[in-house]
Nanobody, 126 residues
């Protein structure tokens, strides 16, 4: 059974940084595609970053240049480094994984992922 556990959320002032981690278990990490999503209260879940087993990344326009997704395959862990945080980045952040690749155009669509973590809250104050 695949399990994803996020950590690293918290409260930070605008302009600050946070690093989220997603620890995976229950599968061969190299065969999975990973992504980070976020959901603010009253809003739809939004894909922010994805990474292939080979390390190719995609980002939403809203975080491009500020967020960096990475992975440590030996630790079965993916990371989301978030810099220059803004109040509008405030949301619950979720880690997701999939065994299948649906193409770059769908890499930030939640329907492309089968496994989800419980989420970690990020709050950015102005």
């Amino acid at each position: 059974q695949v399990q994803l556990v996020e950590s690293g959320g918290g409260s930070v002032q605008a302009g600050g940084s946070l690093r989220l981690s997603c620890a995976a278990s229950g599968y061969t990490y190299t065969s999975h595609y990973m992504a980070w999503f976020r959901q603010a209260p009253g809003e739809k879940r939004e894909g922010v970053a994805s990474i292939t087993p080979g390390g190719t990344t995609t980002y939403s326009d809203s975080v491009k240049g500020r967020f960096t997704i990475s992975q440590d395959i030996s630790k079965l862990t993916s990371y989301l480094q978030m810099n220059s945080l803004k109040p509008e980045d405030t949301a619950m952040y979720y880690c997701a994984a999939s065994r299948y690749w649906y193409g770059y155009s769908r890499s930030l669509h939640e329907g492309s992922y089968d496994y989800w973590g419980q989420g970690t809250q990020v709050t950015v104050s102005s």
